[in-house]
């Protein structure tokens, strides 16, 4: 089963990247999910979590605020001004 490549990035530094199988992020029109196959997007990031489910069923959570989601080919970018792994 093909997977969804995903990058988070904060302004200085790669926060997490690999393959998932679903991210969950709070954009500033409102929680949105991505699954593979997902439409091309581009929407604004609201300070808040960002979850990542790994292939593997592994829970990633990263705080991020300010910046933007893209989605093209099952490829998820989340570029934001500051980005943290939540413990």
């Not at 990058?7 to 929680?31: C, Y």
């Not at 910046?67 to 998820?76: A, E, K, N, R």
């Amino acid at each position: 089963m093909a997977a969804l490549n995903v990058s988070v990035v904060a302004a200085d530094r790669e926060v997490w990247s690999g393959q998932a199988s679903q991210v969950i992020a709070k954009t500033v029109e409102g929680e949105i999910g991505i699954l593979r196959g997902h439409e091309p997007l581009l929407a604004m990031l609201a300070r808040g979590e960002v979850r990542v489910t790994t292939v593997g069923g592994e829970k990633v959570a990263v705080d991020a605020e300010g910046g933007f989601l893209s989605v093209d080919h099952d490829t998820v970018t989340i570029v934001a001004g500051k980005a943290a792994l939540i413990a």
